[in-house]
C-alpha cells in the first residue's frame, strides 16, 4: 500500500530571490519508494501575486511524480493557523512542516524517512540545520530532543491528528515547543536526526544571531504564552515585570496580544505541564553554546 | 638623476602594468573557488548549498578536484553531486581537474579559468551565510576603486559522529563561536595571518595584471602569503560582518592542529616571514602609525621589565649573602656536632 507524504509550507510576503530557490529545492525531491508525495503552499500574503510565481517555478521545475498544491488564505493566520489549514487538505501518514527560507538537498524527505520508519514510539523528527545549528540540546545515544523545531518537522500523520496540530493561539514562534511537549505527552518521542541538514537562513552577528523585527516582538510573546499556557503563572509575571522595568518598548505589545490570545489558549493537561522545562532566561532549552 | 633598480623601480614598473592592463567586462560578479579531493562528498554538498542560497546570485562556482597522484580519476561521484542540484544552479557549476601536486596548484588553476570580476575561496568543510556576496557586492559599490576586500567568520567546532569508524559524516556541531573578526592590520598580519582564505574577496583583474598567484612551493599558509602579496599595493577594505563559518574538526583532522603538521606549519611560516621581510611594499600612515604604537610598546614593556627585575636581583644578592655569611657557619657548626655525635 503506497503512504502519502504532505510537505507543508506557509509564506508570507516572501523575498522573490529566496521563494525561487525554495520552489527549486521542493521540485527536485527525492520520492522515497513506496511513497507518495504532496507539496502544498499556503500563502498568508496580502495579494496572491508571489503565489502564483510560486505555481509557475514549481511546474517550470518540479518532477511530475510530485503532486502541488497552492492555497491563498486571504488572512494571515501565523505559521501553526496556516499548517493546521494545509493539513486539513488531506489526511498524509507523515506530514513535513518546513520554512520556506531554507534550502535543502533532494534527499531530505528520504533521510527523515529512513529515520522515523521502524521506530514505534516516533512522534516528530527534525532536520539538523545549518550553518548555525540549533542552539537546543539532543541526546547522541538515542537521537531524542526535548522539542522538535517547525523549521523542518516531520510528524507522524496520526500523532499530529491526535494533538489537533499546532494550537492556533500561537501566532509565530513557540508553537513548536508546545506541540512537541503534548506529542511528548501522548508517550511519542520528538527525535533529531543528523543525516538530514538543511541550510537555514539565519545570520550571525557580532552580538549574536540576527534577529528580525517580527522575531524579536512575535518571539517574545509567543514564550509568554507558552509559560501561560504551562501554568507558569509566576516565571509569566516575572517576566512581564522584568519588560516593564526595563521600559521595554514589547511590554504594552505583548500586554495587548496576550489579552487578544488568552481566551483561545487551550491550557495544558497535568501530563502535558510535566513535559515542560524552562531554563536561564524562561527559554524552553538549554543553549550548547553561548549566543 | 634616479638610480635604477630601487624599490621605487619596482612600484611605478607594477603602476604600470595595472594601468596598461585592460579590464574584463564579461562573466558574472564573483567566481568562487572550491578545492576538494573528493573524499568527503556530503560536506562538500553542504558548502554547495551554502552557495546556492546566496542572495546576490551573480556567480560561477569552479569545483576543483585535486587529484596529483591520480592523472585520471573517476569523476562520478561529483558529477552525480552536481546533478543533484537544481538545474539553474547546477549550470554555474564547473568541474576542473587538477593533477598537478601542492595544495596552491587547484587555486592558481581556478584563477586562470575564472571569469567572474572577483574571486573568493571556500574550502569544502567551510559554509557561507546567505549575505556574503550581497555583502561584498555592497562595498564594491561603496569602494570602487578597492582591489581587495576582507569579511568576518564563525568556527563550527564539528564533531566526528562515528567515532569508532571515524567516519567524516554526519557531522554535527559542538560549539558555534565567533572567529577572526578584528578589522584587517597590515603591520599585524605580517606578522602572523588573521583572515582565512575563505574571507578575503579580489579583483581577477588586478591579481592578472600583477601576475599574482598562490606560491606552490608552500605546503600550508599559502593564503597569507597570497593575501599580503595582493596587499603590496592595494588596500584591504574590511567589512565588518560575519559572512562564512569556518569547520574546525574535533579529531584534530585540520591542517592547523594536526600534530605531524605542527613543523611543517613552523618552517612555513618562518619562510613567508623571510619573504615578506625581503620584498619592498608601501604602507599607510595608518599601518605605519600601528608598528609605531606596537614599537613604542614593547619599549615600554621592556622597560617596566627592567625595572621589575632591579629589586629581585637585589632580593637575589642579600639572599646569598644571608646564606654565605650568616647561615653557613651555623651548619658547619651543626655538621661538626653530628659527626662528633656518630663517633661516640
Known amino acids: ?291 | 638623476m634616479r638610480p635604477t633598480g630601487t624599490k621605487l623601480d619596482l612600484f611605478v614598473g607594477e603602476l604600470q602594468r595595472l594601468e596598461s592592463h585592460e579590464e574584463s567586462t564579461a562573466g558574472p560578479d564573483f567566481s568562487i573557488l572550491i578545492r576538494t579531493v573528493g573524499n568527503r562528498n556530503d560536506l562538500l554538498r553542504e558548502a554547495l548549498l551554502s552557495v546556492m542560497a546566496q542572495t546576490h546570485q551573480s556567480f560561477e562556482v569552479l569545483l576543483l578536484f585535486h587529484t596529483p597522484d591520480d592523472p585520471s580519476p573517476p569523476l562520478e561521484g561529483l558529477q552525480s553531486l552536481i546533478r543533484q542540484f537544481p538545474a539553474r544552479f547546477a549550470a554555474k557549476v564547473r568541474l576542473i581537474v587538477v593533477t598537478r601536486p601542492g595544495r596552491s596548484a587547484p587555486l592558481n588553476d581556478g584563477i586562470e579559468q575564472a571569469r567572474g570580476r572577483f574571486v573568493c575561496i571556500l574550502d569544502d568543510d567551510d559554509l557561507l551565510y546567505d549575505h556574503h556576496f550581497e555583502s561584498v557586492s555592497c562595498a564594491v559599490k561603496a569602494n570602487p576603486d578597492q582591489r581587495v576586500f576582507q569579511t568576518y567568520s564563525s568556527r563550527r567546532l564539528i564533531s566526528v559522529h562515528d567515532k569508532a569508524s571515524n567516519a567524516t559524516f554526519p557531522y554535527s556541531v559542538d560549539r558555534i563561536e565567533t572567529a577572526y573578526t578584528d578589522p584587517f592590520d597590515e603591520a599585524k598580519q605580517l606578522r602572523e595571518n588573521f583572515v582565512p582564505s575563505c574571507n578575503f574577496v579580489f579583483s581577477r583583474d588586478y591579481a592578472n595584471a600583477l601576475g599574482l598567484r598562490f606560491d606552490e612551493s608552500l605546503e600550508v599558509l599559502e593564503d597569507w602569503k597570497f593575501l599580503m602579496d595582493l596587499n603590496r599595493l592595494a588596500q584591504v577594505v574590511t567589512v565588518p560582518e560575519i559572512t562564512t563559518a569556518i569547520g574546525a574538526r574535533s579529531n584534530q583532522t585540520n591542517t592547523v592542529e594536526h600534530p605531524a603538521l605542527k613543523e611543517l606549519w613552523k618552517r612555513n611560516r618562518q619562510l613567508i616571514q623571510r619573504q615578506l621581510a625581503a620584498a619592498p611594499r608601501l604602507m599607510g600612515a595608518k599601518e605605519m602609525a600601528s608598528i609605531v604604537t606596537v614599537l613604542e610598546l614593547s619599549e615600554e614593556l621592556n622597560m617596566e621589565l627592567c625595572q621589575m627585575k632591579r629589586p629581585i636581583r637585589q632580593i637575589e644578592r642579600w639572599f646569598f649573602f644571608f646564606l654565605y655569611h650568616v647561615a653557613s657557619p651555623f651548619v658547619r657548626v651543626f655538621r661538626r656536632a653530628i659527626v662528633r655525635g656518630n663517633r661516640r
Open chain 1, 1 to 291: 500500500m503506497i503512504k502519502t507524504i504532505s510537505v507543508q509550507s506557509v509564506l508570507y510576503e516572501p523575498e522573490s530571490e529566496s521563494l525561487r530557490t525554495f520552489m527549486e529545492c521542493l521540485a527536485g525531491l527525492t520520492v522515497p519508494e513506496g511513497y507518495e508525495l504532496t507539496v502544498r503552499i499556503g500563502d498568508c500574503s496580502k495579494e496572491p501575486q508571489e503565489a502564483g510565481t510560486a505555481a509557475r517555478w514549481f511546474s517550470e521545475f518540479g518532477d511530475e511524480g510530485i503532486k502541488f498544491t497552492y492555497e491563498f488564505f486571504g488572512e494571515n493566520l501565523g505559521f501553526g493557523g496556516g499548517q493546521n489549514r494545509l493539513s486539513e487538505l488531506s489526511t498524509p501518514d507523515y506530514i513535513l512542516t518546513l520554512n520556506p527560507d531554507t534550502v535543502f538537498a533532494p534527499d531530505l524527505v528520504t533521510e527523515l524517512v529512513k529515520f522515523a520508519e521502524g521506530r514505534s514510539d516516533f512522534g516528530i523528527v527534525e532536520a539538523r540545520q545549518f550553518p548555525l545549528e540549533h542552539p537546543k540540546t539532543w541526546n547522541k545515544k538515542d537521537f531524542t530532543t526535548p522539542w522538535c523545531s517547525g523549521c523542518c518537522a516531520m510528524f507522524s500523520g496520526e500523532v499530529y491528528r491526535t494533538v489537533r496540530g499546532f494550537d492556533p493561539a500561537f501566532f509565530l514562534y513557540c508553537e513548536d515547543v508546545d506541540v512537541s511537549w503534548r506529542v511528548r505527552a501522548l508517550g511519542k518521542r520528538c527525535y533529531y536526526c543528523v543525516e538530514a541538514g538543511i541550510y537555514h537562513r539565519k545570520q550571525l552577528t557580532l552580538s549574536g544571531v540576527r534577529t528580525g523585527e517580527s522575531e524579536h516582538l512575535w518571539g517574545l510573546a509567543g514564550l509568554l504564552l507558552l509559560l501561560k499556557k504551562y501554568g507558569r503563572n509566576r516565571q509569566f509575571d516575572r517576566l512581564l515585570n522584568n519588560l516593564k522595568k526595563s521600559k521595554d518598548e514589547r511590554y504594552e505589545l505583548c500586554r495587548g496580544l496576550i489579552a487578544q490570545w488568552s481566551p483561545t489558549l487551550t491550557m495544558a493537561t497535568p501530563a502535558e505541564r510535566r513535559m515542560a522545562r524552562f531554563y536561564a532566561n524562561f527559554a524552553p532549552n538549554k543553549s550548547r553554546w553561548g549566543y
